[in-house]
């Protein structure tokens, strides 16, 4: 009998666990080493699987939606003589409302089922065109917000007929949307993140007056080189002197030492609409010029909103940056994302403020554009004293921008 070869799941990804969201081959069909495979989507970034040698993929064992550890075995790819040795397995196949026939995933079969949705009405956003268990679940958010916005939904071939009206003696109306799963990651990091660490949060204010000067000065420099001169890139140089005051808020705690890092690896935070956040690294920032700074920056929040960063995007980081102001939020204390990092940095909203200055030895009112930052640190690793002067220089370099 021929060779069998396993396909399995990357032991080196970026979480604990994955999702099976799309396979890109059928059963019995031949494929290349390198070909991709299979598409498993962590809580931060999508993947694919390449083949691990020439054959034909004999076995799928994990369907779209199923739960992938590292090293799991997805499926297997037989050579040509094994595939010969064995029956042919039919594909699946759905019936769509217009009596053709299409196949389907399991997973996208199971969701037409659960949602009512005929996957024929679906556009499909996978390889050429196919439905994928994600688009099933997005058409049925849509689906159900246009029923709660009152717009009527026509029936398909899936729908059960409609049962009589009830009164259902003042319950609550509902809609239940599936958790993705890096919403539910999100939500396992951030519950041990609490409960892990013992959180305490400072908070400074900071006049952005000398940063829009230089930032007005020199934007039009930068676009002509391609480069977005945004705050971020002013706080993330920022956060590098100040780490080069206070070095003991880059750190990692230990039960018996604190692991002070050389490298500053800063993580921001890039909001994805409902999907939740990922957090992609700048590599090294104490080696990076303001223009590096800002042209990272931009590659890793487009590549973050076009679903194309690589696991190695998001590993190493040694510090973390939310940027919550950019949504509106004036203050907030934010858990440490990446345990065991040892704080994360907060930005609200920049916004002009009146404020009260000494101008030759005279107290004036003047307006500024300010915006609260806070330090959320670990207590175990951190005390007021360190939070409190990493703040301060933190402050400082802003607010004398370039000096």
């Known amino acids: 009998?021929?060779?069998?070869?396993?396909?399995?799941?990357?032991?080196?990804?970026?979480?604990?666990?994955?999702?099976?969201?799309?396979?890109?081959?059928?059963?019995?069909?031949?494929?290349?080493?390198?070909?991709?495979?299979?598409?498993?989507?962590?809580?931060?970034?999508?993947?694919?699987?390449?083949?691990?040698?020439?054959?034909?993929?004999?076995?799928?064992?994990?369907?779209?939606?199923?739960?992938?550890?590292?090293?799991?075995?997805?499926?297997?790819?037989?050579?040509?003589?094994?595939?010969?040795?064995?029956?042919?397995?039919?594909?699946?196949?759905?019936?769509?409302?217009?009596?053709?026939?299409?196949?389907?995933?399991?997973?996208?079969?199971?969701?037409?089922?659960?949602?009512?949705?005929?996957?024929?009405?679906?556009?499909?956003?996978?390889?050429?065109?196919?439905?994928?268990?994600?688009?099933?679940?997005?058409?049925?958010?849509?689906?159900?917000?246009?029923?709660?916005?009152?717009?009527?939904?026509?029936?398909?071939?899936?729908?059960?007929?409609?049962?009589?009206?009830?009164?259902?003696?003042?319950?609550?109306?509902?809609r239940r949307i599936p958790h993705s799963g890096m919403r539910a990651a999100i939500a396992d990091h951030m519950l041990k993140s609490v409960t892990t660490a013992p959180h305490v949060t400072a908070v400074f204010e900071a006049d952005f007056s000398a940063v829009m000067r230089h930032r007005d000065m020199h934007r039009q420099e930068f676009a002509a080189k391609g480069i977005n001169l945004s705050y971020t890139a002013y706080v993330v140089s920022a956060c590098v002197s100040a780490m080069r005051a206070v070095p003991e808020v880059n750190s990692r705690w230990h039960d018996d030492a604190l692991e002070i890092f050389d490298d500053i690896n800063i993580g921001v935070g890039i909001a994805l609409g409902d999907k939740g956040l990922i957090v992609p690294v700048i590599h090294q920032t104490q080696n990076l010029t303001l223009a590096q700074i800002a042209a990272r920056l931009q590659d890793l929040t487009t590549r973050a909103r076009e679903n194309a960063l690589t696991s190695a995007d998001l590993k190493g980081g040694t510090f973390t940056i939310s940027n919550h102001g950019v949504s509106g939020s004036l203050l907030a204390a934010p858990i440490i994302i990446n345990q065991p990092q040892s704080a994360i940095l907060g930005v609200g909203k920049l916004e002009k403020r009146v404020v009260v200055r000494e101008v030759d030895g005279a107290d004036t009112i003047q307006i500024r554009p300010m915006a609260y930052v806070s330090l959320t640190i670990d207590h175990r690793a951190l005390d007021g004293h360190q939070t409190n002067a990493w703040l301060t220089h933190f402050v400082e370099v802003l607010e004398s921008w370039p000096r």
């Open 1 to 174: 009998m021929g060779d069998i070869i396993d396909i399995n799941a990357p032991v080196e990804q970026e979480g604990t666990k994955a999702v099976v969201r799309n396979w890109l081959k059928k059963i019995g069909e031949a494929v290349k080493e390198g070909d991709p495979l299979v598409e498993l989507e962590t809580d931060k970034v999508t993947q694919e699987v390449a083949a691990p040698a020439d054959g034909v993929l004999t076995e799928i064992l994990m369907d779209n939606g199923d739960n992938a550890t590292p090293g799991a075995v997805l499926g297997r790819l037989g050579s040509h003589a094994a595939i010969a040795e064995q029956p042919a397995a039919p594909s699946p196949i759905v019936s769509s409302a217009q009596g053709q026939t299409a196949h389907y995933s399991p997973a996208v079969r199971h969701a037409a089922e659960e949602y009512g949705i005929d996957p024929a009405t679906v556009t499909g956003t996978g390889r050429d065109g196919r439905v994928t268990r994600a688009d099933m679940d997005r058409a049925f958010a849509a689906k159900t917000e246009r029923s709660a916005a009152g717009a009527p939904e026509p029936r398909t071939a899936f729908e059960p007929s409609p049962a009589p009206s009830a009164d259902v003696g003042g319950s609550l109306l509902s």
